[in-house]
């Protein structure tokens, strides 16, 4: 009776470690299989991103600091926001400066310690940022028109189920008023 017991139980974790390999060899397959739509999407969304990021004239260290101040309610220090995007404190302090001097970026001093600046995107600096989503927005749209209304409805009902589960990935999702400050370029 032991020994049934045992080959049941050895059985049952063989079938059990069967299970996670192939549940870990079927998330390989899906993650090389949703590398090409997003390295598409990528790829169609980026010259229409990367013209706009060349009639900005911005420096790519200055476009990441806008995404990094985006977002935020709370203003951050110059400090903190090279410490975010792992820069020297000069570079980033180089980069403020000239999105201040394009009025994209406020900065005023700490109150507590006057030697730290507190940064906040102005509203241009938020168009700024919504302006790149709508190029991003823009590939999607492109790509979502190929798709027939079945594939339509099946990728419209598994985005549905990830962001009814994924609120940090949901909250992603542009507002209206993030598009309509896109179409008001500074």
């Known amino acids: 009776m032991l020994a049934l017991v045992q080959a049941t139980g050895q059985a049952t974790a063989e079938q059990t470690g069967g ?9 390989r397959a899906l993650t090389r299989d949703m590398y090409a739509p997003v390295a598409h999407l990528m790829r169609v969304s ?11 004239d911005l420096s790519f260290t200055q476009i990441k600091a806008l995404y990094a101040l985006d977002g935020e309610d709370a203003e951050r220090s110059v400090k903190a926001l090279a410490d975010c995007m792992r820069i020297s404190l000069p570079a980033m302090s180089r980069a403020v400066d000239g999105l201040y001097e394009r009025g994209l970026i406020d900065r005023k001093e700490d109150p507590a310690d ?17 302006s790149l989503a709508e190029g991003r927005l823009a590939g999607i749209e492109r790509f979502l028109a190929t798709l027939s209304d079945e594939e339509a409805d099946a990728l419209r009902g598994a985005l549905a189920l990830i962001l009814a589960s994924h ?9 209206r008023r993030a598009a309509e400050a896109g179409a008001a370029r500074p």
């Open 114 to 130: 006057r030697r730290m600046k507190r940064l906040r995107l102005t509203p241009a600096g938020r168009a700024v940022t919504a």
């Open 167 to 175: 609120a940090e990935i949901a909250e992603l999702r542009p507002t």
């Open 46 to 56: 980026n010259a229409e991103t990367f013209a706009t990021i060349a009639e900005l």
């Open 19 to 27: 299970r996670a390999s192939t549940r870990r060899l079927q998330r």
